[in-house]
């Protein structure tokens, strides 16, 4: 089983830098921020920019692996966006981990003025989105006249990329999804596969609906003719009604139970001093001692 730690994008560099070094040093396999402009309850509260966060932690860290937990088409276009993340994974020399989603209807989905959209609008755009970053971030053949896009979320003539990949055949796709759409999606696309469960289950409801999931992960991994062992499957323990951190002891009970159902990598967040994912630090300190 392998460990993620979620560092919100909150606190002024000086701060924040210690906690990305210290999420390494305490033996961390990856470390993650959110991808939002601004994000529900904390809102009102000051918000760092995702990407250079994560080109700053990648120069302060030598091993860790580092993602977006998710990035998503509701305010990014797949060719800028792309740049920036084969600059990013040059930088961190071949560590970034692309965490992606379909985008949720929040604070992300109307601030730059675009109108709601369905749930099937949002999977469209999805779709279209995963499919130029899978092609732009394996960068244009040497000597080409660059990638077209021409699709009816996006488009885009001859855009150029950084040049080699810093992976190969490019960054690892880490796709949430929880419908047959998305894990249709994961199955034709991703290496890894991320999910905190569906919204509004908590408890054992939560289990019993992540439990679920797995196995139509595994049906359409099949159906698409991909080995069900061949995918990396990350589960957020700070959901379902949990803090996965309150304790060692609930710490050790979901990892194990997300291990019996097949997940390699399970999340968690840097405790905060209140409010969501309020912990204590000491907690973190005990469970990475286990490592």
Do not use: C
Not at 72 to 95: C, M, Q, W, Y
Not at 104 to 133: K, M, W
């Amino acid at each position: 089983m392998r460990h993620g730690i979620v560092i919100l994008p909150q606190e002024p560099w000086i701060t924040a830098r210690r906690k990305w070094q210290s999420a390494e040093g305490l033996g961390f396999d990856h470390a993650w921020t959110y991808d939002h402009l601004s994000w529900r309850s904390l809102a009102d509260q000051p918000w760092h920019a995702t990407v250079p966060t994560l080109t700053a932690a990648a120069v302060v860290t030598e091993t860790i692996r580092l993602g977006t937990f998710v990035a998503s088409p509701n305010f990014r276009h797949p060719v800028p966006f792309a740049k920036e993340i084969a600059t990013l994974d040059d930088i961190a020399g071949g560590r970034f981990l692309l965490g992606v989603g379909s985008g949720g209807t929040g604070f992300d989905a109307s601030v730059l003025g675009q109108p709601p959209f369905s749930p099937r609008e949002r999977h469209e755009r999805f779709v279209e989105f995963v499919a130029a970053l899978d092609e732009l971030l394996k960068h244009e053949v040497p000597g080409s006249d660059g990638i077209d896009i021409e699709g009816s979320w996006f488009t885009a003539h001859r855009a150029r990329m950084v040049g080699e990949p810093a992976q190969r055949p490019r960054v690892p796709l880490i796709l949430a999804a929880n419908g047959p759409k998305g894990l249709a999606l994961v199955a034709e696309r991703a290496q890894g596969w991320v999910t905190t469960g569906p919204e509004g289950r908590t408890g054992e409801e939560w289990w019993a609906s992540v439990t679920a999931l797995a196995q139509r992960l595994d049906d359409a991994l099949e159906a698409e003719g991909r080995d069900p062992q061949s995918i990396d499957r990350y589960l957020s323990l700070d959901s379902g009604g949990y803090f996965s951190l309150d304790s060692v002891a609930l710490f050790d009970e979901m990892v194990g139970r997300a291990e019996a159902l097949g997940f390699t990598d399970v999340i968690s967040h840097w405790p905060r001093a209140e409010g969501i994912y309020a912990g204590d630090q000491d907690v973190l300190y005990e469970v990475a001692a286990q490592f």
